[in-house]
């Protein structure tokens, strides 16, 4: 099975070669938009969600309206999901999602009200990036195996968190303890930037983050990296070794997406005038350059492809919700 680097780079290969047209060459469909367009993030302010702001003002310069950000938390994601599915399907209300809201979260919630298939139109695949596994730096491992020898000897003593129940954080998470025969007691946070902080403060023993939005805390001694997910090290932490290069297999594509949907119904042409130019800015430039060298993957697939890796995420995912046990009734 090919791995998501490996998918995302054959259909963006494909995608360039048929040749994509400027997305300057039309800059309004119809009367879209006639008004600032909502971008609503499902989880708390910070985190990577926060690059959305790269994209705002160049989008605003093509399609004569602002992109404004906004955060909306609460239920893993379900409040703000299920506040752009209820909206107007005119483009004027969009969603920005990683795949723990639109994937992973309704796999484990039994009660969630989050259906990506009905509920959700692909727009693009804005970046993918992988998980970081980081431990509090005065706890005492700095490896991984250090890390599983100590927790083995404090069996459900150690706290770890998660950006809300159902997310990627909670899933890999859960993966690392099924396969380590570790136990932790889990907490969950409104956000990605609340749980690395508390894993800095030592609230939290260990937790999973990314790269970049983990960089500061990394550089300030706060907390240490132990192990990386995908196939290969990150640009931003090259130091860090993969899972696999610990012994640990079913590491190697996990990661998370983010991406850009509409509400059902938005109309075909929006959806490919919104696709055209975020594939534009993430095929070259200032925002792909930016990304990169924060170690996020930029998405270069159609609406249409990215409807396929959804597909296929619910599949994966759902495997391992099988594995792990994982299901929350609600």
């Not at 969603?95 to 039994?110: D, Q, T």
């Not at 997310?167 to 099924?178: A, N, S």
């Amino acid at each position: 099975m090919a791995t998501r680097r490996q998918f995302i780079a054959s259909v963006g290969a494909a995608a360039a070669a048929a040749g994509l047209p400027s997305a300057h060459a039309q800059t309004r469909v119809g009367d879209w938009p006639a008004r600032s367009v909502r971008v609503i993030s499902p989880t708390a302010t910070g985190g990577p969600g926060q690059n959305f702001r790269l994209y705002a003002d160049v989008l605003k310069d093509t399609f004569g309206q602002s992109f404004v950000l906004e955060n909306m938390p609460g239920g893993s994601g379900s409040v703000g999901c299920m506040a752009v599915a209820r909206s107007a399907p005119d483009g004027h209300t969009l969603l920005l999602a990683s795949n723990s809201h639109i994937v992973l979260a309704p796999l484990v919630l039994s009660g969630s009200p989050v259906n990506v298939k009905r509920d959700f139109a692909p727009i693009a695949l804005l970046f993918t990036f992988p998980f970081l596994l980081v431990v509090n730096a005065e706890l005492g491992p700095k490896t991984l195996k250090e890390l599983v020898d100590y927790a083995k000897a404090r069996p459900g003593q150690l706290n770890w968190g998660s950006p809300g129940v159902g997310t990627g954080g909670h899933l890999v998470t859960e993966l690392l303890l099924k396969r380590t025969g570790i136990e932790g007691q889990h907490i969950p946070y409104p956000g990605t930037t609340q749980q690395l902080l508390a894993a800095a403060a030592g609230t939290l023993q260990f937790t999973f983050d990314t790269p970049g939005n983990s960089k500061g805390v990394r550089e300030a001694g706060k907390v240490i990296a132990l192990a990386v997910t995908g196939a290969k090290r990150s640009v931003s932490a090259p130091e860090v070794p993969t899972f696999r290069e610990l012994g640990y297999d079913g590491f190697d594509d996990l990661y998370v997406a983010n991406g850009v949907l509409g509400p059902t119904g938005t109309p075909p042409g929006i959806v490919q005038a919104l696709n055209r130019e975020f594939v534009k800015l993430n095929s070259s430039g200032k925002i792909r350059d930016t990304l990169i060298t924060a170690s996020y993957d930029p998405g270069t697939i159609s609406p249409e492809q990215y409807g396929a890796m959804i597909d296929r995420e619910l599949a994966q995912w759902g495997a391992i919700v099988k594995e792990t046990g994982v299901q929350v009734k609600t």
